[in-house]
């Protein structure tokens, strides 16, 4: 998709404004016709009506107003509200978008950054996706004047989960571009995330299953990338099995009532996994609206870094709690642990059953404990909550900190192995071998440096890569929530240019 408007008319209504020249400019450069109007021209009532403007930008909120007042004079309001079924309403701010709600319209994008120039440079890389969406709800006689992501339906789209980009290289299987997904990609670094989340407590915002999955959808929406990751947490397991978890502003999570002892690990319940539904209904949802070339990944915590929390009862620099437990009562921490994966197991199936195309397992701390540790404590349980999934969907094993623990994570199973940025990743996938596929692997703060650095080291992770399938891009690790939205949305953007084919972007990528 060129990441342009050339074909598209775009009406700005307010033209003669000094605000107005920059984005008018703007518009221009990236080849969109605007179609101007100004001082809500009549003109536009009847151009909007005859569905002759693809997108309208609304930079100030007395535009609502003046457009409305104006259709009103030709009494032609329900006319002009019905054309925006199918036309991309778009709000430069959140003063603007309230002004637009009042009148029976929900937006179809707001900038992270709200302003008019941030408008057109963060719309013009999906436009034509919003398009292609809003136009096809209309069709599927969904209510565009009033929706949230999640009412999207499909029906008629001309792809379907079998052109996955994202599960063609899970599989290993040739692709037209490497996929591309961020770990951590629907958080506080967008503000839209945190808007919705200033209503709600993390823990809230997993268990509304709609709200979960607006986010989750948000994500997919604003970065363009190839799988969605549903809103939930590794720690959510933890409350069916009886702990107390919080997650305290400025602390992380928090668990009250953390195992130090044998006995604590006897009391430690073996847990009803329906306790986790609200998750399963977030990926039914999700699922439903999410576009059907895109896959969903559901989630869940490698049994290292999960016991991390029961035992430390948050976060640790040294886990000297967690391994005295491994070191000293070796049979409790292996009790603590089969009760573990075998929650999980559960879990991970009834995530299949909701809609989970892949699942990830999340091993952030893995790197805490050397190969000899690891083997012994921890891998036998890795390997059964993998061997659990019965290869039902592709598996991520993803563990960050230690590369010498590779090896063994490839024992552990898993159709794609996840990497931090700590090694060279095309020197971890020979050693690894081509039977397995890697994810991985860009160190998260090259997100601050600017899009131009962060262009040239996509292209470094691509060259290691090296157009081999089964390559999918991710950053290392979790986006910060103080990087910039549209530094994520550069690194997305610049693996599809650049893995796209070689020449045209002096990329030395090849693709079967
Ligand atoms: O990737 C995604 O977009 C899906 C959502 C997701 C979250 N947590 C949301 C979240 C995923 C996959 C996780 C996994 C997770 N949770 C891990 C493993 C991956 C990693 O990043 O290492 C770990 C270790 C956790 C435990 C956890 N949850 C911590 C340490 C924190 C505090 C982080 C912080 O900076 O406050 C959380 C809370 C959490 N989980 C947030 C989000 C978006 C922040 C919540 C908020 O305050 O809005």
């Known amino acids: 998709m ?3 408007f050339s074909q598209l008319k775009i009406a700005l209504l307010e ?3 000094a605000a107005a020249a920059p984005v008018l400019e703007r518009i221009g450069e990236l080849g969109g016709e605007c179609v101007l109007a100004p001082d809500a021209d009549p003109a536009i009532v009847a151009r909007l009506i005859e569905q002759g403007v693809d997108i309208v930008l609304f930079t100030a909120s007395s535009q609502v107003a003046d457009l409305f007042d104006s259709a009103g004079q030709t009494d032609s309001i329900d006319q ?3 054309a925006f079924r199918r036309v991309l309403v778009t709000s430069a701010g959140p003063d603007i978008t309230a002004a637009l709600n009042q009148v029976g319209l929900a937006i179809d994008f707001e900038p992270d950054t709200p302003d008019g120039e941030s408008l057109v440079d963060e719309l013009v890389r999906i436009a034509r996706d919003l398009i292609t969406r ?6 599927n006689g969904i209510d565009t004047l009033a929706w949230r992501r999640i009412d999207m339906r499909w029906d008629g789209f001309d792809r379907t989960i079998a052109d996955s980009v994202f599960l063609k290289a899970c599989r290993r299987e040739p692709v037209p571009h490497t996929p591309v997904w961020i770990m951590r990609q629907a958080g506080r670094y967008q503000r839209a995330y945190r808007e919705i989340r200033e209503k709600t407590t993390m823990l809230g915002l997993c268990k509304t299953p709609e709200l979960a999955a607006e986010v989750t959808l948000m994500a ?3 970065l363009g990338v190839d799988a969605a990751i549903i809103f ?4 959510l397991t933890l409350e069916p099995m009886g702990f107390d978890l919080e997650f305290v502003k ?3 999570p928090v668990i009250r009532n953390p195992v130090r002892t044998a006995s604590d690990v006897d009391r430690v319940l073996d847990g009803d996994v329906a306790a986790l539904d609200y998750v399963c209904d977030a990926l039914r949802l999700t699922r439903r609206a999410l576009r059907p070339d895109i896959a969903l990944i559901g989630f869940c915590g490698s049994p290292f870094t999960v016991a991390t929390y029961m035992i430390e009862g948050g976060k640790s620099k040294n886990f000297r709690h967690t391994k005295t437990l491994m070191l000293t009562e070796p049979n409790a921490w292996h009790a603590l642990m089969s009760k573990l994966v075998d929650l999980q197991v559960r879990y991970l199936n009834r995530q299949i059953d909701a809609g989970a195309d892949a699942l990830q397992v999340f091993g952030s701390w893995a790197g805490a404990l050397g190969p000899e540790d690891y083997e012994q404590y921890v891998l036998p349980h890795l390997k059964m909550l993998i061997e659990g999934v019965g290869g039902r969907v592709p598996v991520i094993n993803f563990a960050t900190g230690n590369p010498i623990l590779l090896p063994l994570l490839k024992r552990a199973g898993g159709d794609v192995i996840g990497l931090d940025w700590r090694v060279d990743l095309g020197e971890a996938w020979d050693a690894l071998g081509d039977d397995v596929a890697v994810m991985g692997n860009m160190d998260p703060t090259v997100l601050y440096a600017p ?3 962060i262009r040239q080291r996509v292209s470094v992770v691509l060259d290691q890569a090296a157009g081999r399938p089964g390559h999918i891009f991710n950053l290392g690790h979790g986006v910060s929530p103080d990087m910039s939205q549209a530094n994520v949305a550069a690194c997305v953007d610049a693996v599809h240019e650049l893995s796209q084919s070689p020449g045209q972007t002096g990329s030395t990528i090849t693709h079967e």
Do not use: H, Q
């Open 2 to 4: 060129p990441a342009d």
């Open 15 to 17: 033209s003669r404004s």
């Open 134 to 139: 809003k136009t096809l709800a209309a069709d």
């Open 220 to 222: 997919v929406e604003r």
């Open 80 to 82: 002009l509200r019905d």
């Open 232 to 235: 939930a947490d590794i720690l």
């Open 451 to 453: 899009p131009e650095k």
């Open 250 to 252: 400025g602390e992380g």
